[in-house]
């Protein structure tokens, strides 16, 4: 197995815990009720998980597994879609939490498809985002940082498999 650890730490646990708390109480703000989370699996779970404990009342959750990355650190453009919600999104104040907008391909794919399915209200969260790669326009209504042309690993983020259980964003040198 490769082992290329993290060189260094980007964002700190601390650092990640008061923005993420900050997220919730504005996400919360601009929805105080019936709020309809989709995280994106596998690099949104921490994210998530941790967003959902800031929030006070009513949350709902579901789950999408999509693939972009084949392995490594580069794109192929192409995105699968691994495991559909269980739940319908119609009429539903839908918010979807991402870990990281590269390109933009997989998250404009992703409201894409979902737009198709009627929620009231659609938006999108992610973690970090990298916008000196975006290929596509894609709009992102809460970000937590903007990062430059890093390929960061840990808090759900990966770099083949390893590294999601950092509680810390680090960077691997490529
Ligand atoms: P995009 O389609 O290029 O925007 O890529 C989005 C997906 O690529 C994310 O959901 C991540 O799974 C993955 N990705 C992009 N950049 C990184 C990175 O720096 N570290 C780990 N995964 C990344
Ligand atoms: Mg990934």
């Not at 997220?23 to 690099?43: F, M, Q, S, W």
């Not at 579901?62 to 490594?72: E, L």
């Not at 596509?136 to 083949?160: N, P, R």
Request: aromatic content about 8%; glycine content about 6%; some cysteine.
């Amino acid at each position: 197995m490769v082992d290329r650890r993290p060189s260094s730490v980007l964002i700190s646990a601390e650092q990640l815990q008061r923005r993420v708390a900050e997220l919730a109480a504005e996400i919360r703000a601009d929805y105080p009720e019936n709020l309809h989370i989709i995280a994106v699996l596998k690099g949104a779970f921490m994210f998530m998980s941790d967003l959902v404990r800031f929030m006070d009342g009513s949350v709902s959750m579901d789950f999408m597994a999509v693939s972009s990355y084949a392995k490594g650190t580069t794109t192929s453009g192409e995105v699968r879609l691994l495991k559909d919600l269980d739940m319908s999104l119609d009429g539903k104040d839908v918010l979807i939490v991402e870990d990281i907008v590269d390109t933009g391909l997989t998250l404009t794919y992703l409201q894409e498809i979902l737009r198709a399915r009627n929620p009231r209200m659609l938006r999108t969260a992610c973690l970090l985002s990298k916008p000196s790669r975006r290929k596509v326009d894609v709009a992102v209504d809460y970000v937590g940082f903007t990062i430059d042309d890093h390929f960061v690993v840990g808090y759900g983020l990966d770099y083949a498999e390893q590294y999601r259980n950092l509680p810390y964003i680090g960077l691997i040198e490529t």
